[in-house]
């Protein structure tokens, strides 16, 4: 994807973001700086003779003012400033100013009508120049996935290398995300955002809505139709998902232009929208829908138990995207084998007693991967877990009784560290397998956990013998 934020525009951002008062506040909010930094970028796309529409492409206060000369007595230049407040004149100036003292230097407080007043927002939205002045729609693919899986197969890493591809810059890419965990408590307020209490020196006690990350994110989007942005939504199914989402759930459809194929009204997301002055004529109405560069990528844990089912209409709004058990991603000091695995007999010798851990332990040694290290060890536990749900089935039991597949460990399970800490490993891995997985064997982890931990963690008796 072509950035359209150039490495000036960030210093000038940064700049703004840097401007402190005495007492630590900050001079210009996010929002005021996203409105500065687009109006040079973008607002002058009708202004008839100027050749070079992006403000940015000046970078020199002598450039810049000898462009403005002339520019500042355009008609419509004094339309694109008078219907945004100011805001375009402001950022100019704060941009000349920038370009003339450098980024060590302070700025001068000074601020967009819109900004230091709530007049703007007794201006009739209706009356200002048209729509399309103000956003231009961008056509493109959304991304609307889920990653699913066992426990550590490495959906975290699929979604990193998803947005890693698109920005690599890691500063760049924080400005283009918000990531959101999802758990039972977690609600639309949380989500979306709400109208809550605010108590401040001019007033005793005000009621304002707080937008939450969803909007945030969503208003940057609209304030820069050509980047995309992405919303990332861990353990989505460990909260309620439908009720988190409350009406927007009807934007998630998407026509074949990328943006929301139904829109609906949410007048306190119209109203927050609309204290922009870059944004009040779209959403005076109250009207939202999900533009096509805001994308939604989640992680759903498929083995975790107690959590929220998401309904088929629910997903059917995501591309549901399978993340396999591959130890290969795994980093080499994670393969390498390790004391906590540590034994006196050779793996062939114990596993051979069983075909199938036979099977498996020679399929191993030919590719020279049968090593007493976690990827081996992982593979005969998703192993064993196979033969006890053969053996269930041969008896009779249901399906609902069997072992499900999602509680098979994948390569991310455990971390570097608890593969050099025998207890820590112990607490972690066997205590999964005996509480959650094998809970219910006739043969494995039969023993209290008691019991295992005082032979196998503090007596150090070799902890592949559990699988067998």
């Known amino acids: 994807m072509n950035i359209v934020t150039t490495e000036i525009e960030r210093d000038f951002r940064s700049w703004l973001k840097g401007q402190l008062y005495g007492d630590g506040?900050?001079?210009?909010?996010?929002?005021?700086?996203?409105?500065?930094?687009?109006?040079?970028?973008?607002?002058?796309?009708?202004?008839?003779?100027?050749?070079?529409?992006?403000?940015?492409?000046?970078?020199?206060?002598?450039?810049l003012e000898k462009e403005m000369d002339w520019l500042k007595g355009d008609t419509a230049y004094q339309?694109?400033?008078k219907a945004g407040n100011g805001t375009l004149s402001t950022a100019v100036k704060l941009y000349g100013y920038y370009l003339e003292n450098g980024p060590e230097s302070t700025a001068p407080d000074e601020h967009a009508l819109f900004y230091l007043s709530n007049a703007a927002s007794d201006i009739d939205r209706r009356e200002t120049s048209p729509v399309e002045f103000y956003y231009h729609e961008v056509p493109m693919k959304p991304v609307q996935r889920v990653y699913y899986g066992a426990p550590g197969t490495g959906k975290s890493y699929s979604v990193r290398k998803l947005l890693s591809a698109e920005y690599p810059d890691e500063a760049v890419l924080r400005t283009h995300i918000k990531r959101v965990i999802f758990h039972p408590a977690y609600t639309y307020g949380d989500f979306v955002g709400c109208i809550k209490p605010l108590i401040s020196m001019e007033r005793p006690l005000d009621y304002v809505f707080v937008a939450?990350?969803?909007?945030?994110?969503?208003?940057?989007?609209?304030?820069?139709?050509e980047e995309k942005y992405f919303l990332v939504i861990e353990e989505i199914n460990r909260g309620n998902a439908p009720a988190i989402f409350g009406d927007i759930f009807q934007l998630l459809d998407r026509g074949p232009d990328g943006k929301s194929e139904y829109s609906i009204v949410?007048?306190?997301?119209?109203?927050?929208?609309s204290r922009d002055p870059w944004m009040k004529n779209i959403f005076y109405d109250g009207m939202v829908w999900l533009p096509a560069n805001f994308n939604i990528i989640a992680t759903m844990n498929t083995a975790d138990d107690n959590i929220f089912v998401m309904d088929g209409a629910f997903k059917r709004r995501?591309?549901?995207?399978?993340?396999?058990?591959?130890?290969?991603?795994?980093?080499?000091?994670?393969?390498?084998?390790?004391?906590v695995f540590a034994g006196g007999r050779s793996l062939t010798e114990i596993f051979s007693t069983s075909e199938t851990n036979h099977r498996l332990a020679q399929q191993l040694e030919e590719k020279g991967r049968l090593k007493r290290n976690w990827p081996t060890f992982a593979a005969f536990v998703n192993n064993a877990i196979d033969v006890e749900n053969e053996e269930a089935k041969r008896n009779g039991k249901p399906h609902d009784a069997l072992i499900a597949e999602n509680k098979k460990m994948g390569p991310y399970f455990v971390k570097p560290e608890e593969l050099d800490d025998p207890d820590k490993f112990f607490n972690k891995v066997i205590f999964y397998l005996k509480q959650n997985?094998?809970?219910?064997?006739?043969?494995?982890?039969?023993?209290s956990f008691e019991e295992l931990y005082e032979k196998y963690?503090?007596?150090?008796?070799?902890?592949?013998?559990?699988?067998?």
């Open 212 to 225: 939450g990350p969803f909007a945030e994110l969503l208003k940057a989007a609209f304030l820069n139709p």
């Open 318 to 339: 995501f591309e549901l995207t399978y993340v396999p058990i591959d130890f290969d991603i795994l980093l080499p000091e994670m393969k390498e084998e390790k004391d």
């Open 79 to 81: 339309d694109i400033d």
């Open 457 to 468: 963690c503090l007596g150090g008796a070799d902890i592949f013998e559990l699988l067998v």
């Open 266 to 273: 949410n007048r306190d997301l119209g109203a927050y929208f």
């Open 25 to 63: 506040m900050r001079v210009f909010t996010d929002n005021e700086i996203s409105a500065y930094a687009y109006a040079l970028r973008s607002s002058c796309e009708k202004v008839e003779g100027l050749q070079v529409k992006n403000l940015f492409y000046y970078r020199t206060a002598y450039d």
């Open 437 to 447: 997985v094998f809970y219910d064997s006739p043969r494995l982890f039969t023993a």
